[in-house]
Protein backbone atom coordinates (compact mmCIF):
# COMPACT_ATOMS: atom_id res chain seq x y z
CA UNK A 1 0.00 0.00 0.00
CA UNK A 2 1.03 3.43 -0.73
CA UNK A 3 2.10 5.79 1.63
CA UNK A 4 -0.74 8.31 2.51
CA UNK A 5 0.13 12.37 2.63
CA UNK A 6 -0.88 15.68 4.09
CA UNK A 7 1.06 18.65 2.67
CA UNK A 8 0.42 21.95 3.61
CA UNK A 9 1.19 24.25 0.69
CA UNK A 10 1.64 27.51 2.12
CA UNK A 11 2.23 29.46 -0.94
CA UNK A 12 3.49 33.19 -0.39
CA UNK A 13 1.57 33.12 2.55
CA UNK A 14 2.18 32.42 6.86
CA UNK A 15 -0.52 31.11 9.26
CA UNK A 16 -1.64 34.14 11.12
CA UNK A 17 -1.63 32.54 14.26
CA UNK A 18 2.05 32.23 13.91
CA UNK A 19 4.85 29.32 12.96
CA UNK A 20 5.52 28.27 16.04
CA UNK A 21 2.29 28.07 17.51
CA UNK A 22 0.64 26.32 14.01
CA UNK A 23 3.62 23.38 14.02
CA UNK A 24 2.29 22.78 17.72
CA UNK A 25 -1.28 22.61 16.94
CA UNK A 26 -0.85 20.50 14.09
CA UNK A 27 2.22 18.17 15.64
CA UNK A 28 -0.16 17.30 18.30
CA UNK A 29 -3.03 15.70 15.81
CA UNK A 30 -2.55 12.02 15.52
CA UNK A 31 -1.65 11.25 12.68
CA UNK A 32 -1.74 7.67 12.59
CA UNK A 33 -0.54 6.37 8.63
CA UNK A 34 -0.26 10.08 7.19
CA UNK A 35 2.95 11.47 6.52
CA UNK A 36 2.08 15.27 7.14
CA UNK A 37 4.74 17.74 5.59
CA UNK A 38 4.80 21.04 6.02
CA UNK A 39 5.83 23.58 2.56
CA UNK A 40 6.63 27.24 3.62
CA UNK A 41 8.34 29.71 1.21
CA UNK A 42 11.73 29.41 1.07
CA UNK A 43 13.27 31.06 3.41
CA UNK A 44 11.66 29.32 6.33
CA UNK A 45 12.41 26.22 5.53
CA UNK A 46 15.87 26.22 7.61
CA UNK A 47 13.53 26.97 10.97
CA UNK A 48 10.78 25.03 10.76
CA UNK A 49 13.16 21.50 10.03
CA UNK A 50 14.92 22.27 13.03
CA UNK A 51 11.92 22.95 14.87
CA UNK A 52 9.67 20.48 14.08
CA UNK A 53 9.23 16.73 13.47
CA UNK A 54 6.58 17.30 10.92
CA UNK A 55 8.39 17.00 7.11
CA UNK A 56 9.42 19.26 5.21
CA UNK A 57 8.67 20.26 1.37
CA UNK A 58 10.11 23.05 -0.83
CA UNK A 59 7.80 24.57 -2.93
CA UNK A 60 10.00 24.56 -6.01
CA UNK A 61 13.60 24.68 -7.01
CA UNK A 62 16.01 25.37 -9.64
CA UNK A 63 16.68 22.70 -12.71
CA UNK A 64 20.17 22.89 -11.87
CA UNK A 65 22.97 22.45 -9.29
CA UNK A 66 25.55 25.24 -9.92
CA UNK A 67 25.18 28.35 -12.49
CA UNK A 68 24.27 32.34 -11.80
CA UNK A 69 20.82 32.39 -11.56
CA UNK A 70 20.03 35.00 -9.59
CA UNK A 71 16.87 34.95 -7.43
CA UNK A 72 17.26 30.90 -8.09
CA UNK A 73 17.80 27.69 -5.28
CA UNK A 74 19.42 24.85 -5.35
CA UNK A 75 17.99 21.55 -4.88
CA UNK A 76 21.14 20.48 -2.95
CA UNK A 77 20.36 23.86 -0.49
CA UNK A 78 16.73 22.95 0.28
CA UNK A 79 18.20 19.48 1.30
CA UNK A 80 21.00 21.29 3.50
CA UNK A 81 18.24 23.15 4.92
CA UNK A 82 16.08 19.98 6.11
CA UNK A 83 13.51 19.66 3.52
CA UNK A 84 12.90 16.16 2.29
CA UNK A 85 10.46 16.92 -0.78
CA UNK A 86 9.98 19.55 -3.13
CA UNK A 87 6.82 20.45 -4.91
CA UNK A 88 7.54 20.52 -8.60
CA UNK A 89 5.32 21.71 -11.51
CA UNK A 90 2.65 23.29 -9.39
CA UNK A 91 -0.05 25.07 -11.86
CA UNK A 92 0.75 28.28 -10.32
CA UNK A 93 4.52 27.93 -11.29
CA UNK A 94 3.37 26.20 -14.73
CA UNK A 95 1.05 29.18 -15.95
CA UNK A 96 1.77 32.41 -14.02
CA UNK A 97 6.08 31.60 -14.48
CA UNK A 98 5.45 29.89 -17.83
CA UNK A 99 6.89 26.46 -16.57
CA UNK A 100 6.95 23.83 -19.06
CA UNK A 101 7.17 19.97 -19.12
CA UNK A 102 10.72 19.83 -20.38
CA UNK A 103 11.80 22.48 -17.43
CA UNK A 104 9.68 20.62 -15.10
CA UNK A 105 11.46 17.34 -15.99
CA UNK A 106 14.69 18.74 -15.51
CA UNK A 107 13.97 20.17 -12.38
CA UNK A 108 12.34 16.64 -11.37
CA UNK A 109 15.81 15.26 -12.21
CA UNK A 110 18.08 18.06 -10.64
CA UNK A 111 16.13 17.10 -7.51
CA UNK A 112 16.44 13.54 -7.34
CA UNK A 113 20.16 13.57 -8.09
CA UNK A 114 20.24 15.38 -4.27
CA UNK A 115 17.68 12.67 -3.18
CA UNK A 116 14.80 14.92 -2.29
CA UNK A 117 11.77 13.26 -3.16
CA UNK A 118 9.41 14.93 -5.83
CA UNK A 119 5.96 16.07 -5.33
CA UNK A 120 4.81 16.29 -8.87
CA UNK A 121 1.85 18.19 -9.67
CA UNK A 122 -0.01 17.29 -13.00
CA UNK A 123 -3.36 18.36 -13.59
CA UNK A 124 -5.99 20.10 -16.74
CA UNK A 125 -8.08 23.58 -17.28
CA UNK A 126 -11.49 23.97 -17.24
CA UNK A 127 -11.52 23.91 -21.46
CA UNK A 128 -9.78 20.55 -21.09
CA UNK A 129 -12.06 18.85 -18.99
CA UNK A 130 -15.11 20.17 -21.04
CA UNK A 131 -13.13 19.30 -24.34
CA UNK A 132 -13.31 15.43 -22.97
CA UNK A 133 -9.37 15.84 -23.33
CA UNK A 134 -8.42 15.19 -19.54
CA UNK A 135 -7.01 12.05 -19.91
CA UNK A 136 -4.53 12.41 -22.77
CA UNK A 137 -3.40 15.82 -20.89
CA UNK A 138 -2.54 14.30 -17.76
CA UNK A 139 -0.59 11.17 -19.67
CA UNK A 140 1.16 13.48 -21.54
CA UNK A 141 2.39 15.53 -18.64
CA UNK A 142 3.10 12.06 -16.98
CA UNK A 143 5.09 11.29 -19.82
CA UNK A 144 6.90 14.02 -19.74
CA UNK A 145 8.24 13.59 -16.45
CA UNK A 146 9.65 10.15 -17.05
CA UNK A 147 12.62 12.37 -19.13
CA UNK A 148 14.07 12.79 -15.99
CA UNK A 149 15.14 9.60 -15.82
CA UNK A 150 13.11 7.85 -12.72
CA UNK A 151 14.74 4.81 -12.20
CA UNK A 152 16.88 6.35 -9.99
CA UNK A 153 14.31 7.72 -7.28
CA UNK A 154 13.34 5.64 -4.50
CA UNK A 155 9.90 7.25 -4.25
CA UNK A 156 7.58 10.04 -6.01
CA UNK A 157 4.29 11.73 -5.08
CA UNK A 158 2.08 12.66 -7.46
CA UNK A 159 -0.85 15.43 -6.64
CA UNK A 160 -3.53 15.63 -8.97
CA UNK A 161 -5.15 19.44 -9.36
CA UNK A 162 -7.73 20.17 -11.65
CA UNK A 163 -6.39 24.07 -12.03
CA UNK A 164 -9.98 25.18 -11.98
CA UNK A 165 -10.22 23.72 -8.44
CA UNK A 166 -7.38 25.81 -7.24
CA UNK A 167 -8.07 28.46 -4.78
CA UNK A 168 -11.67 28.60 -6.69
CA UNK A 169 -13.65 26.79 -3.59
CA UNK A 170 -14.87 24.74 -6.65
CA UNK A 171 -13.86 21.44 -5.80
CA UNK A 172 -13.93 17.83 -7.32
CA UNK A 173 -15.94 15.62 -6.11
CA UNK A 174 -14.78 12.56 -4.76
CA UNK A 175 -16.25 9.83 -7.62
CA UNK A 176 -14.73 12.80 -10.12
CA UNK A 177 -11.72 12.56 -8.76
CA UNK A 178 -11.39 8.86 -8.48
CA UNK A 179 -12.20 8.96 -12.29
CA UNK A 180 -9.31 10.91 -12.95
CA UNK A 181 -7.14 8.89 -11.14
CA UNK A 182 -7.92 6.00 -12.75
CA UNK A 183 -6.54 7.37 -15.71
CA UNK A 184 -3.48 8.69 -14.70
CA UNK A 185 -2.40 5.23 -12.93
CA UNK A 186 -2.93 4.04 -16.09
CA UNK A 187 -0.63 6.32 -18.14
CA UNK A 188 2.09 6.05 -14.82
CA UNK A 189 2.14 2.44 -15.62
CA UNK A 190 2.47 3.02 -19.23
CA UNK A 191 5.07 5.69 -19.24
CA UNK A 192 7.03 5.33 -15.46
CA UNK A 193 9.13 2.51 -14.33
CA UNK A 194 7.27 -0.56 -13.01
CA UNK A 195 7.75 0.22 -9.28
CA UNK A 196 5.87 3.59 -9.43
CA UNK A 197 2.52 2.47 -10.93
CA UNK A 198 1.66 2.27 -7.38
CA UNK A 199 2.81 5.84 -5.87
CA UNK A 200 1.09 8.21 -3.92
CA UNK A 201 -1.48 10.17 -5.74
CA UNK A 202 -2.71 13.18 -3.91
CA UNK A 203 -5.77 15.19 -4.73
CA UNK A 204 -5.31 18.94 -4.43
CA UNK A 205 -7.95 22.16 -5.28
CA UNK A 206 -10.25 23.49 -2.21
CA UNK A 207 -9.65 20.69 0.11
CA UNK A 208 -11.41 21.85 3.27
CA UNK A 209 -12.95 19.85 6.56
CA UNK A 210 -15.98 19.75 4.40
CA UNK A 211 -15.54 17.97 1.57
CA UNK A 212 -12.66 15.36 2.37
CA UNK A 213 -15.08 12.88 3.84
CA UNK A 214 -16.47 12.55 0.17
CA UNK A 215 -12.66 12.71 -1.39
CA UNK A 216 -12.23 10.24 1.30
CA UNK A 217 -14.65 7.39 0.74
CA UNK A 218 -15.22 8.28 -3.15
CA UNK A 219 -11.56 9.31 -4.28
CA UNK A 220 -9.16 6.41 -4.23
CA UNK A 221 -6.36 8.93 -3.05
CA UNK A 222 -3.45 8.59 -0.90
CA UNK A 223 -3.77 12.11 0.41
CA UNK A 224 -4.16 15.61 0.37
CA UNK A 225 -2.22 18.70 -1.38
CA UNK A 226 -3.98 21.29 0.76
CA UNK A 227 -3.44 25.11 0.12
CA UNK A 228 -5.96 27.92 1.65
CA UNK A 229 -7.12 25.49 3.87
CA UNK A 230 -3.57 24.51 5.42
CA UNK A 231 -3.06 28.22 6.61
CA UNK A 232 -5.07 27.46 9.84
CA UNK A 233 -4.15 24.69 11.69
CA UNK A 234 -7.41 24.33 12.89
CA UNK A 235 -9.03 23.33 9.73
CA UNK A 236 -5.76 21.33 8.68
CA UNK A 237 -6.04 19.04 11.87
CA UNK A 238 -9.70 18.69 10.67
CA UNK A 239 -8.77 17.23 7.64
CA UNK A 240 -6.05 15.08 8.89
CA UNK A 241 -8.84 14.18 11.04
CA UNK A 242 -10.89 13.34 8.31
CA UNK A 243 -8.39 11.35 7.02
CA UNK A 244 -8.44 8.88 10.15
CA UNK A 245 -12.29 8.35 9.92
CA UNK A 246 -12.73 4.43 9.02
CA UNK A 247 -15.09 5.58 5.99
CA UNK A 248 -11.77 6.21 4.35
CA UNK A 249 -10.60 4.25 1.15
CA UNK A 250 -7.24 4.15 0.67
P1 LIG B 1 -6.14 25.33 -2.56
O1 LIG B 1 -4.68 25.14 -3.21
O2 LIG B 1 -6.31 24.26 -1.52
O3 LIG B 1 -6.11 26.72 -1.98
O4 LIG B 1 -7.12 25.20 -3.67
C1 LIG B 1 -4.17 23.87 -3.48
C2 LIG B 1 -2.83 23.99 -4.13
O5 LIG B 1 -2.64 24.88 -4.96
O6 LIG B 1 -1.90 23.20 -3.86
Known amino acids: M ?19 AYLKAVATE ?17 NIAGETKLGVAAQNC ?14 SMISDCGARFVILGHSERRNLFGESDTLIAR ?3 AAIAVGL ?7 EELRIREAGQVATFLAAQIRAASEAGLDSVPEIVVAYEPVWAIGTGRNASGIMVADTVAHIREAME ?9 APLLYGGSVTPDNVDDLETNGRIDGYLCGGASLDSGKFRSILRGMQRPSATP
Do not use: H
Request: hydrophobic share 45%; charged share 20%; with cysteine.
Open 2 to 20: SNRYLIANWKMNLPPEGIT
Open 30 to 46: PAGNVRVLIAPPFPYID
Open 62 to 75: ADREKAALTGEVAP
Open 107 to 109: KLA
Open 117 to 123: TPILCIG
Open 190 to 198: RFWPARFKD
